[in-house]
Each structure stands twice: as structure tokens, then as C-alpha cells.
């Protein structure tokens, strides 16, 4: 697989309300929200089934079967807590072998960032025979983590994530 796309959004300091406001825990508790309730992000999913396993090192997994109607992606999301989160996806012939991750940042105390990052069988027919809407996909993904990310901002200034860090 190799890497077709990455960006960063800010997360800290973003809306007056919210300066100085987001931690961590809220951005990871959010995430992980995400991950379990894609639903509530994307409004063309009719449903999801999530099987979700913790592992002693503090790692999980979570099998998950997301439901577009005509069409149903399988995946595993593996997180490493506080860090990143990873998105596989299998191979079948409609869709390449692709991961996407979502990474926190925080270059500074208290700046944080959230880095996406796709990747892709790139000599998968349907990848090799859609080139011309690369620039397409690439602004949807962006629209789509943008979306994520104010929802994210909205949930935590409502203290939907309460943490005990403050």
C-alpha cells in the first residue's frame, strides 16, 4: 500500500469558546466515539455492527461492518490509547486494500492537531482505472474530516467528553 493523501487540522485553540479548553482525553474520547458511533458523522450510513476486544496491552480492536444500503464495507480499526487510530480495509473488487489513520499531535503543550492520513493499494483496477477523480476523492476525504473534526469541537464545548484532566 502506499500513501495517497495527508493533511492536519487544528484542534486547539479553533473557536474562542474552546481556547485553552481541549485536552487529550476529550480529542481521544471523541475519536473513539467516531469509531463507535460512525453514524452519528456520516450521514449516508444506515447502521453499523461493531464487535469490539480489548487486549492487555491496553489496545483495541474492533471488527466492524458498516451498512450504506446498496453497499457494506468490512473493517478493523486498531487504537493505539491517545495516539492514533487505524482504519483496514480488505480488498473485495469494488474497493482497493486501503488504511486510513487518524493521528493526535501536539507539537506544543496544549496545541493539538489531528493528522489524517490515507493509504491505498494503488495498482487495485479500480484505483488504476479512477486517476482522473483522485483530485475528487482527495477534497471528499478532506470534507469528511473536516466534518469530524467540528463535530468533535462541538461535542467537547458541549461536554459531551467530560474528563478529569483540567
Known sequence: MQKVHEHIIRMSSKTPDLAGKVTRDDLWMGLMFFV???EDFISVLE??????????DGT??????????????????????????KF????TEAI??????VQIEEPEAGVFFLRFTYFEN?????????????????????????????KLLEMIAQGKFITTKQ
Open 47 to 56: 447502521d453499523a455492527e461493531i464487535d469490539e476486544n480489548l487486549h492487555p
Open 88 to 91: 483496514n480495509i480488505d480488498e
Open 122 to 150: 494503488t495498482e487495485h483496477e479500480q484505483v488504476k482505472g479512477a486517476e482522473q477523480y483522485k483530485p475528487l476523492r482527495i477534497q471528499a476525504w478532506e470534507q469528511k474530516d473536516k466534518d469530524v473534526a467540528n
Open 36 to 38: 463507535t458511533h460512525p
Open 96 to 101: 482497493p486494500q486501503s488504511r486510513f489513520e
Open 60 to 85: 483495541t480492536t474492533l471488527n466492524r461492518k458498516l451498512n450504506f444500503g446498496p453497499y457494506t464495507v468490512q473493517d478493523v480499526v486498531e487504537t493505539i490509547p491517545q495516539e492514533l487510530i
